[in-house]
């Protein structure tokens, strides 16, 4: 399996809402990653976590909140978003940085 | 973290070679340069990538300057299928760290 597979594809949510987007890999990779990416724009680097520990968190507001449940599985958690936070979001895995990053398809994440 | 910069778009024919720039100045020893190129916002696709030596795949060449501050990606013969916004990524293995520059807008014409 050389996927990084993301869940749900689309997912429109409330301001008031509570949701949570789903990132899993099996290569055995040791680092995942999540990116915001808006229109027409490069992504955004939001966390890294090496060995299911956050390494990186780039100053992203406490809306988002991730998870690392075990060495396969990502989970971004999402509480009282607001519009201007309707973006793609993507996960990427690596085994190691040097090596690159396999891209996940993304979510795409409207707010309304 | 280095910064890259690119050509906001190119257009290539069917079939010749494109050659995507990259200017990576501030890049330093422990940084990898890596293109990727994402098509309809799909997921960023890897192309390929080297430290300091030429690189070449079934997708592409990478030519790296001698000193490091500019690379060029060459997609031998470019087809309609190559239309895509083309990113240069330093990655510093140190702090698993990247940054995305604005890309390159592709489009193949027939």
Same mark, same amino acid.
């Given at each position: 399996?050389?996927?990084?597979?993301?869940?749900?594809?689309?997912?429109?949510?409330?301001?008031?809402?509570?949701? #949570?987007?789903?990132?899993?890999?099996?290569?055995?990779?040791?680092?995942?990653?999540?990116?915001?990416?808006?229109?027409?724009?490069?992504?955004?680097?939001?966390?890294?976590? *090496?060995?299911?520990?956050?390494?990186?968190?780039?100053?992203?507001? *406490?809306?988002?909140?991730?998870?690392?449940?075990?060495? #396969?599985?990502?989970?971004?958690h999402l509480h009282a978003l607001q519009p201007e936070d309707?973006?793609?979001?993507?996960?990427?895995? #690596?085994?190691?940085?040097?090596?690159?990053?396999?891209?996940? *398809?993304?979510?795409?994440?409207?707010?309304? | 973290?280095?910064?890259?910069?690119?050509?906001?778009?190119?257009?290539?024919?069917?079939?010749?070679?494109?050659?995507?720039?990259?200017?990576?100045?501030?890049?330093?020893? $422990?940084?990898?340069?890596?293109?990727?190129?994402? +098509?309809?916002?799909?997921?960023?696709?890897?192309?390929?990538?080297?430290?300091? $030596? $030429?690189?070449?795949?079934?997708?592409? @060449?990478?030519?790296?300057?001698?000193?490091?501050?500019? @690379?060029?990606? +060459?997609?031998?013969?470019? &087809?309609?299928?190559?239309?895509?916004?083309?990113?240069?990524?330093?990655? $510093?293995?140190?702090?698993?760290? @990247?940054?995305?520059?604005?890309? &390159?807008?592709? &489009?193949?014409?027939?």
């Open positions: 399996d050389t996927e990084v597979t993301q869940t749900p594809k689309h997912l429109v949510m409330g301001m008031t809402n509570k949701k #949570s987007l789903k990132c899993e890999q099996h290569m055995g990779h040791r680092a995942m990653y999540w990116y915001k990416q808006k229109a027409k724009k490069p992504p955004e680097l939001m966390f890294v976590y *090496s060995y299911e520990k956050l390494s990186i968190n780039e100053s992203v507001p *406490s809306r988002f909140s991730p998870e690392c449940p075990n060495s #396969s599985l990502l989970n971004l309707s973006a793609l979001y993507l996960c990427a895995s #690596s085994q190691e940085p040097r090596y690159g990053y396999t891209f996940g *398809s993304g979510t795409r994440l409207t707010v309304v | 973290d280095a910064k890259t910069t690119q050509p906001p778009s190119m257009d290539c024919a069917e079939g010749r070679a494109a050659n995507l720039p990259c200017n990576h100045s501030t890049i330093s020893g $422990n940084e990898y340069v890596y293109w990727y190129r994402q +098509i309809h916002s799909q997921g960023p696709q890897y192309i390929i990538h080297g430290l300091k $030596n $030429n690189e070449t795949n079934e997708m592409a @060449s990478l030519i790296i300057t001698e000193d490091r501050k500019s @690379s060029t990606l +060459i997609l031998p013969h470019a &087809t309609l299928r190559d239309t895509a916004v083309y990113y240069c990524i330093v990655i $510093n293995t140190n702090a698993g760290k @990247s940054t995305f520059g604005d890309g &390159t807008t592709l &489009t193949v014409k027939p």
